[in-house]
């Protein structure tokens, strides 16, 4: 059975600020290591055996998936890096503490930019910019412009090509892939292979630290409902 498998990344030094990271690039806490390698351990208890490993280049992503895979001692398991995984460009509230972005913005245009499929934060000033606390990833942002923020509607069609491309092809060769990205990445992505129509409203998440499993057919299609491992003793 082939399975493909959604993975947030760990605890970051921007989620131990609760802090909004979007493109940042913050690397993982020791939390965030231990969380990684708590994962590993679910998936070596489940008989989950992944065959390739797909990441955004952010540190924080590659980090967790580094993790994951020295705890299982598959060091060398195929890599996939794709800028379409890195995490979403959240504008004004990049770098922000998400209790303070609340008091700045408001309660009802934070739930507006950060949930509604067509809600984007405004782009961030210049002087925003130069006082953040992290740099971006320098090597993919040709690829993503920084800083001016982005729907969760334009992510999911970054991630589209990704997932009728590259993602889905493993797949559908009967590879199991384990995806770590960014939670609202992943939020777009099943969004993306769910088909939901544009205008649905978002209830899908990750759980940060919680691996997401979906089996698939031989087209590489996912078959719904999406199951955490922590929930079932098998797929």
Not at 30 to 36: D, I, Q, S
Request: net charge negative; hydrophobic share 40%; charged share 25%.
């Amino acid at each position: 059975m082939t399975v493909l498998i959604l993975l947030r990344n760990g605890q970051s030094h921007a989620d131990a600020r609760q802090a909004y990271a979007g493109l940042l690039d913050p690397e993982l806490t020791p939390t965030g290591v231990a969380e990684a390698q708590t994962v590993a351990d679910l998936l070596a208890s489940r008989g989950v055996h992944l065959d390739v490993v797909m990441t955004s280049p952010q540190a924080r992503a590659v980090q967790t998936a580094d993790a994951v895979l020295a705890r299982l001692d598959q060091a060398e398991l195929p890599r996939v890096t794709s800028w379409r995984l890195a995490a979403r460009d959240l504008g004004c509230l990049t770098g922000v503490a998400k209790p303070r972005a609340i008091d700045l913005f408001g309660a009802e245009s934070m739930s507006e930019w950060r949930f509604s499929p067509g809600g984007k934060p405004p782009a961030a000033s210049p002087e925003r910019i130069r006082a953040l606390p992290w740099r971006p990833a320098a090597d993919f942002l040709q690829s993503l412009p920084f800083g001016e923020g982005e729907s969760l509607r334009e992510v999911e069609d970054r991630l589209r090509p990704f997932w009728e491309g590259a993602l889905r092809t493993e797949l559908a060769a009967g590879r199991t892939v384990l995806v770590v990205a960014h939670t609202d990445s992943l939020r777009a992505l099943r969004r993306v292979i769910e088909s939901c129509g544009p205008d649905e409203v978002d209830t899908l998440r990750v759980v940060p630290g919680q691996p997401l499993a979906y089996r698939t057919d031989t087209s590489g299609s996912v078959v719904p409902p999406a199951l955490y491992l922590e929930n079932h003793a098998s797929l």
